[in-house]
């Protein structure tokens, strides 16, 4: 099974906002609203920033925001800071009984 | 503090085996399903394989059904990877991931709120 598909980079200025697509099938995205989303430093483990499309954990700041349409999931990110730059997954469930993830974006604050 | 460490990994000749564990604290893992995930050299997050919580029901992901098997010994609070049959593009970090628990219930497809530092098999001659 293919990935989702991410753009494989978006950057942004410090302040701004910026959107993350997530696009997958009506197998997987546009099936289940279990969508989630993990931002990765380098060399650290993922962590948790959304789950079920649009619900923040305990702790991540309301900056981060989640929401789908059809096949495609986005994730929303306003006042963009300098340690907002990581690398940032998507994952779904799928009709085949399993997670998918996506294939990364690499967001930069310029 | 809920943690995660993992270890086992190490070099590996092709088509050979090895067994990954994954200990938990903090938590009643049984309350809890658990992932792992892989990360190839340089390339983005790959889901492996998932358990629930009893460890009743697992779920694999077709590049390693048939060659990994998961399991956990809750009495010990750990997570097993065994994989056999080993490729070189089995080659990556191996994180284990405990699963949220949503409304008393935890399934390996919730979100994975706590990952462990990762253990790195290599696959090679």
């Known amino acids: 099974q293919s990935a989702l598909s991410q753009p494989a980079s978006v950057s942004g200025s410090p302040g701004q906002s910026i959107t993350i697509s997530c696009t997958g099938t009506s197998s997987d995205v546009g099936a289940y609203n279990y969508v989630s989303w993990y931002q990765q430093h380098p060399g650290k483990a993922p962590k948790l920033i959304i789950h079920?499309?649009?619900n923040r954990p305990s702790g991540v700041p309301d900056r981060f925001s989640g929401s789908k349409s059809g096949n495609t999931a986005s994730l929303t990110i306003s006042g963009l800071q300098a340690e907002d730059e990581a690398d940032y997954y998507c994952?779904?469930?799928?009709?085949?009984?399993?997670?998918?993830f996506g294939g990364g974006t690499n967001l930069a604050v310029l | 503090e809920v943690q995660l460490v993992e270890s086992g990994g190490g070099l590996v000749q092709p088509g050979g085996s090895l067994r990954l564990s994954c200990e938990g604290s903090g938590f009643n893992s049984i309350n809890f399903a658990l992932s792992w995930v892989r990360q190839a050299p340089g390339k983005g997050l790959e889901w492996v394989s998932g358990i629930s919580g009893g460890g009743v029901s697992t779920y694999y992901a077709d590049s390693v059904k048939g060659r990994f098997t998961i399991s956990r010994d809750n009495s010990k609070n750990t997570l097993y990877l065994q994989m056999n049959s080993l490729r070189a593009e089995d080659t990556a970090i191996y994180y284990c991931?405990?699963?949220?628990?949503?409304?008393?219930?935890?399934?390996?497809?919730?979100?994975?709120?706590?990952w462990g530092q990762g253990t790195t098999v290599t696959v090679s001659s």
């Open positions: 991931a405990k699963n949220q628990e949503i409304t008393s219930r935890s399934y390996f497809y919730y979100g994975m709120d706590v």
């Open positions: 994952s779904s469930y799928t009709s085949s009984n399993a997670v998918l």
């Open positions: 079920e499309v649009s």
